[in-house]
């Protein structure tokens, strides 16, 4: 018989398993401002027209953006629009995903769940080993009607592509090298040992993934800007006998960011130092959180530096040892029940 302890311990579970097995594929799920340290500061920011996991009226296909779309030939057209229906205008659905408050120049992360893309990848035949590439770029000057062709492969880092009203802020791995679901795969048991954390409300016993990137200095205070993630995650020719030439498989999240004037002075280099063995719950990718730092370095001086020289960034090891709490243990316990995510 189970004591009331555990009672509770159990009702979080059966919760997360409601929250959890819907998903597949992935989205952006929420922004966080990251500190001069590397760790997550403030309320977190949604994307356009975001609908929760915890709201009812929530399923993945809410916020799910597949292009093609299933059911069509294999083949991106110039139609093609770049943002969900539900997130082709600059508009938030409901006060409880609010945009997010960034100054000029701030880091921020992009966080997402990897849904059983990195840590089950014999899922899908073909795929590429990075787990595909995610792109985010951005503008001041959105179209409502965007498309996903007159942007992405497009615009670059320098400004100078296609109409030029966008940049390429930032191009990843889907993997971060850290993130994982809870699943009983041999990458996700690696990860949990080396990667270990807290179970939060938010990602129960499981570890988001995240991009991070910084907004432009010039970006202008007192109105959005505008960030366009996009998930190229395609299929090999021949690698899927039903595939023959492979398959394009594109998915995307449309946000806005309010910039705001930044109450604290602009980040001095020494003050650029990210805290080794933070818990992970709020922590950016090291190696990312360099590459923002040494880019936005190197522009701020208007030195062509290599990002090591112009700022002191140091890139942490994770604590070795694992965290073992009640609640980690019941987020192991629910989602070995969880059957591994499925695509389409
Ligand atoms: C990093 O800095 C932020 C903001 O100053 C602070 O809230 C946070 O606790 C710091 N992180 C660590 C791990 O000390
Ligand atoms: C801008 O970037 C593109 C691609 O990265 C490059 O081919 C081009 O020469 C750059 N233009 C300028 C003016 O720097
Ligand atoms: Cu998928």
Redesign the pocket.
């Known amino acids: 018989m189970l004591r009331s302890h555990n009672n509770s311990l159990v009702l979080f579970g059966l919760i997360f398993i409601l929250l959890t097995t819907a998903g597949?594929?992935s989205w952006v799920e929420q922004l966080m401002v990251i500190a001069p340290n590397g760790t997550f500061v403030g309320s977190p920011g949604y994307p356009r027209g975001n609908v929760l996991r915890t709201d009812s009226s929530f399923s993945d296909t809410a916020m799910v953006n597949l292009i093609p779309p299933n059911g069509r030939p294999n083949k991106i057209l110039r139609s093609d629009s770049l943002c969900k229906q539900t997130q082709q205008k600059q508009t938030q659905k409901s006060k409880d995903s609010p945009r997010l408050q960034a100054s000029p120049g701030a880091a921020i992360a992009l966080r997402f769940q990897e849904?059983g893309?990195v840590t089950l990848p014999q899922n899908q035949v073909g795929k590429p080993h990075n787990r595909g590439t995610v792109y985010v770029y951005g503008t001041t000057q959105p179209k409502e009607n965007e498309k996903l062709l007159n942007v992405h492969g497009v615009w670059n880092k320098n400004g100078t592509g296609g109409d030029r009203r966008g940049v390429l802020l930032s191009t990843q791995n889907f993997d971060d090298g850290r993130c994982y679901q809870v699943n009983s795969g041999g990458i996700s048991q690696k990860r949990q040992a080396e990667f270990p954390h807290e179970a939060d409300q938010l990602m129960g016993g499981d570890l988001w993934c995240q991009q991070d990137i910084a907004l432009p200095f010039e970006a202008p205070s007192g109105q959005p800007y505008t960030l366009y993630w996009v998930w190229d995650w395609p299929t090999a020719p021949r690698a899927d006998p039903g595939l023959p030439e492979g398959k394009q498989e594109i998915y995307t999240t449309c946000m806005d960011v309010d910039v705001v004037d930044s109450t604290v002075p602009s980040h001095s280099r020494i003050q650029m130092r990210y805290i080794e063995d933070q818990s992970l719950n709020r922590a950016a990718i090291p190696s990312q959180f360099a590459e923002i730092m040494g880019y936005r370095g190197s522009r701020r001086t208007g030195a062509v530096s290599s990002p090591s020289s112009s700022v002191v960034v140091a890139v942490g090891t994770p604590p070795a040892s694992p965290v073992i709490s009640p609640v980690a243990t019941v987020t192991t316990f629910v989602t070995v029940t969880v059957s591994p995510?499925v695509?389409s």
């Open positions: 597949a594929h849904n893309h995510t695509c």
